[in-house]
């Protein structure tokens, strides 16, 4: 669970509640004032606040158990069915794996004038960043032509550190 979303469980838990209001956010409670430093740490966390409300994520619901059947699946379609060899199914089937973390887990939207990789303002679109689909509906994120591949790297090392062990083909 991210901050923010503490956060927000915690001015809930306190009787209050963090609504949306535009571009915004604002505390709110019928059960007296917040305590301050709970106030505090909202106004500190704004814009993790705010992307939290404005996106939820769901995380993967997929277990450890999960990962390794989809595995086990998708290695034994391509030996068994496509003949491929046992070592090559496995790490063909273990790339599925990760693209399919990656498709569970979606980056966390970002200001749509920021770059998703370095936080620093994205620039001349075309000249110096390029969008980048994040798979929710009618939203992108931007990258600069240098963020690219450590961006895709980061999310690639994300999904390679959440995946179960197959058999020795985490790498």
Known sequence: MSLAQD???E??????????????VKLESDKGPLPDEL????????A??????QHPKEPSAWNDNDWRAYFGERAAIREHDAGVP??????LAYEDCISQWLAL????PCPQDTCAHCSKPRGDVGTDSVAVLA???NEHLWLHHGCHRPFISA?????????????????
Do not use: M, T, Y
Request: proline share 7%; no cysteine.
């Open 105 to 108: 887990n979606l980056p966390p």
């Open 135 to 137: 798979g929710r509906p």
């Open 155 to 171: 999310r690639r090392g994300q999904a390679v550190e959440s995946l179960p062990d197959f058999d020795g083909q985490r790498r």
């Open 7 to 9: 956060i927000i469980k």
């Open 86 to 91: 046992k070592e090559d199914a496995e790490r």
């Open 39 to 46: 106030i505090a740490r909202a106004r500190a966390n704004k």
């Open 48 to 53: 993790g606040i705010l992307r939290a409300l």
């Open 11 to 24: 001015v809930d838990a306190a009787g209050g509640a963090i609504v949306l209001i535009g571009d915004g």
